[in-house]
């Protein structure tokens, strides 16, 4: 079983800065994409970013420039360093991660639990 546990969030003033931190634990053979997405309140579940094993990223416009994500493949973390935050970036941040375990071929996916990220002076 894999499980996804997110830390970093709290509270912020506009123009500060935050990282939040993913870890992947459990039976993994390997970790495809991982990611960040956030739901602010009353909103649907939106993308922030995406990064591929090999480094590849992905970021929604509205945070390019921005937040930074990056991850450790030896310690299966993911990371969003999030600089110059804006009232808009408050939300609950979920991480992501394509996971496929020893004895499969097949790659299941998996959700943090969620961290809130408030912005706000």
């Known amino acids: 079983q894999v499980q996804l546990v997110e830390s970093g969030g709290g509270l912020v003033q506009p123009g500060g800065s935050l990282r939040l931190s993913c870890a992947a634990a459990g039976s993994i053979s390997g970790i495809g994409v991982m990611g960040w997405y956030r739901q602010p309140p009353e909103k649907q579940r939106e993308l922030v970013a995406t990064?591929?094993?090999?480094?590849?990223?992905n970021y929604a416009d509205s945070v390019k420039g921005r937040f930074t994500i990056s991850r450790d493949n030896v310690k299966n973390t993911v990371y969003l360093q999030k600089n110059s935050l804006k009232p808009e970036d408050a939300a609950d941040y979920y991480c992501h991660a394509q996971v496929r375990a020893p004895a499969s071929v097949t790659d299941n996916n998996y959700w943090g639990q969620g961290t809130q990220v408030t912005v706000s002076s």
């Open positions: 990064i591929t094993r090999s480094a590849n990223t």
